[in-house]
């Protein structure tokens, strides 16, 4: 049998079992949140300043005395969505004849290796352990509330709207009275990881109480049933927990969506700073330089720029640990990578990780049978029943008619906040999502395109 379709027959049978798992699922998962630890001196990791992995903000009851410790040991019982072994502690892959052994020095607690156009979980160790996400969790936050308001909206900052910010929050630096762009927010969001950014795009969203509220039934729909949000940061926050198979998820979903793109794939922009008046008296507004902290994006002294890379994003707080889920793509194949806390403490650890396991995983592809997949939202079946629904720009039935299928190389985003080459590479309209029982049996759920770097 030729290998496309020995894979393909591979994926009919995981699809097929999950989906009728994933079908007699009638609640989320009953699963218990890491017992909580009180942490007597946990301050948060990180500050305005810090250059490294930023932490996320939080409310007034989710101060950094709060902040909780999971067990060192994985729980007993997992979910077991998106297949059987996923729900199973400890390192799972098969290995088929050819395939690349997997890397001996990877530390972390939980972690996943997974096609993201597929769908398909390449290996996994410890997919479903609920563990606390740090910064991680504005992976959703963005996801819920991108679509609501246009980039080029202005919001003057009150502020009621920095009120409660997390001790030790990572900041962008805004300025209560000073007026910032939604994009403006949003680069904030991505690229520093700005809690400040977080809570100003919460205030205009009804407040952090509506947005967590709004982030949690997105989680539901997106079945990332593993996750609870406390805080829309991700700051150290009791029960405030996701997993590697969660926090995969929401990025495959978030990168249906062409602003989320375009941010996670930022290097450097230009952040509006304070209204002031130059020597002639004239009122102008200084802008200062922001990077992305995420270091296979940017690279570092001692890691370098991955090839591929295309975002998504990092977290570290003392609770969490690092956090990390990343997207890349070689020679037409996306790969998604989550690591969650590696035991080995060494600088930028998290990214030396991802990259040892993207490596692997770009090695393997084609050379083992999938362990698992990752199930598509709950709405995305039902809008495959209706006859020749396409999949749009965002995800959304219809919207094919705003995908380029053409590459645009050296693409910038606005206001200066392009990087080193960012490019689109766009794949648009080569998935045509089957209706009624074909779908169930021929699953897949793709990008529709990707932004990715190019030297």
């Known amino acids: 049998m030729p290998a496309p379709l020995k894979q393909t027959a591979r994926r009919t049978l995981l699809v097929t079992s999950a989906t009728l798992a994933s079908l007699a699922l009638t609640a989320p998962v009953s699963l218990a949140a890491p017992t909580p630890t009180p942490s007597a001196s946990a301050p948060v990791s990180g500050s305005p300043s810090a250059s490294g992995s930023p932490n996320a903000s939080a409310s007034a009851s989710a101060s950094a005395s709060a902040s909780t410790s999971p067990s060192a040991t994985p729980p007993a019982k997992m979910s077991s969505l998106g297949g059987a072994r996923l729900g199973q502690a400890g390192t799972q892959v098969q290995l088929a004849g050819g395939a690349p052994v997997l890397p001996k020095d990877v530390t972390a607690r939980s972690w996943i290796v997974a096609d993201a156009q597929s769908g398909e979980v390449l290996a996994a160790h410890n997919a479903h352990w609920r563990l606390p996400p740090a910064s991680t969790m504005k992976m959703l936050f963005a996801d819920t509330l991108l679509p609501k308001f246009p980039r080029s909206t202005q919001y003057k900052v009150q502020p009621k709207d920095l009120e409660d910010l997390g001790s030790g929050s990572s900041l962008v630096g805004i300025k209560e009275g000073e007026t910032y762009s939604v994009h403006d927010l949003w680069l904030g969001v991505f690229l520093r990881s700005g809690n400040d950014a977080v809570h100003v795009l919460s205030s205009m969203n009804g407040g952090v ?247």
């Not at 890691?303 to 994003?313: L, N, R, T």
């Open 209 to 455: 109480a509506e947005t967590v509220k709004q982030m949690n039934e997105h989680a539901e729909e997106l079945q990332a049933l593993d996750t609870t949000v406390v805080s829309p940061d991700g700051y150290d926050a009791p029960h405030q927990v996701s997993s590697a198979y969660d926090l995969t998820l929401i990025a495959r979903s978030g990168l249906q969506k062409k602003d989320f793109r375009e941010y996670c794939s930022t290097l450097t922009a230009k952040f509006p700073g304070a209204t002031t008046k130059n020597k002639k008296g004239k009122t102008v507004r200084e802008t200062f330089e922001i990077q992305n902290t995420n270091r296979l994006l940017t690279g570092d002294y001692d890691i370098s720029q991955y090839q591929g890379i295309a975002g998504v994003k990092n977290g570290n707080t003392t609770n969490a640990g690092a956090t990390f889920t990343g997207v890349a793509e070689r020679a037409g194949r996306v790969l998604l990578v989550t690591v969650m806390n590696p035991e080995k403490d060494d600088h930028n650890e998290v990214y030396k990780e991802t990259a040892a396991l993207f490596d692997w995983g770009f090695q393997a592809a084609g050379k083992v049978t999938p362990v698992g997949e990752l199930v598509p939202p709950k709405g995305a079946a039902q809008a495959s029943a209706q006859p020749g629904a396409k999949s749009g720009e965002d995800g959304e039935a219809g919207g094919a008619g705003n995908v380029s299928e053409k590459p645009v190389a050296g693409a910038v985003a606005e206001n200066g906040s392009g990087g080193i080459g960012i490019a689109m590479a766009i794949t648009g309209g080569v998935l045509v999502l089957l209706a009624g029982a074909a779908f169930l049996v021929n699953r897949r759920w793709p990008l529709p395109d990707l932004v990715r770097r190019r030297r």
